[in-house]
């Protein structure tokens, strides 16, 4: 299957990669709507939320948990929201869920490889 997704779970395409376990992988967003914006990705296929089970659904909740704090931690943003898209509003057809921290003062959107270490040292 000619899935962008897939090649980032099997590291045929690269991707700054947060955290990874044998079921799911966790990157920055290519395209940022706030700085450390991340996916949280199961490494198999899954084409959205309506196909988890309940496995991989309680794992992908509680790194997303562990994660949050990492950019609680690390980033100090004022907010955060976690978003799943579905249908017309999905562009890529592999569930991900995004992590997108808010800031109350203007983010400038930081560069992705600042980012990266930050949350990584
Ligand atoms: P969706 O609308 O499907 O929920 O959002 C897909 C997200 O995946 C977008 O925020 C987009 O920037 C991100 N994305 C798409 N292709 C790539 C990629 O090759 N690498 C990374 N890191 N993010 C990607
Ligand atoms: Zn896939």
């Known amino acids: 299957m000619d899935c962008i997704f897939c090649k980032i779970s099997k590291n ?17 967003d290519i395209n940022p709507i706030s700085s450390g914006h991340m ?3 199961p490494k198999k296929h899954y084409s959205d939320f309506l196909e988890l089970d309940e496995k991989i659904n309680n794992h992908i909740h509680k790194i997303s ?11 100090n943003p004022d907010g955060l929201r976690l978003v799943t898209n579905y249908g017309i509003n999905q562009d890529v057809k592999h569930y991900h869920l995004h992590i997108i921290p808010s800031y109350k003062a203007k983010d400038n959107i930081s560069n992705v490889d600042d980012i990266f270490n930050k949350l990584i040292k």
Do not use: A, G, R
Not at 12 to 28: A, C, G, Q, R
Not at 65 to 75: F, G, M, P, V
């Open 12 to 28: 045929e395409i690269p991707s700054k990669t947060i955290y990874e376990d044998d079921l799911v992988k966790v990157f920055l």
């Open 39 to 41: 996916l949280i990705i």
């Open 65 to 75: 948990k562990d994660i949050s704090n990492l950019i609680i931690k690390k980033l």
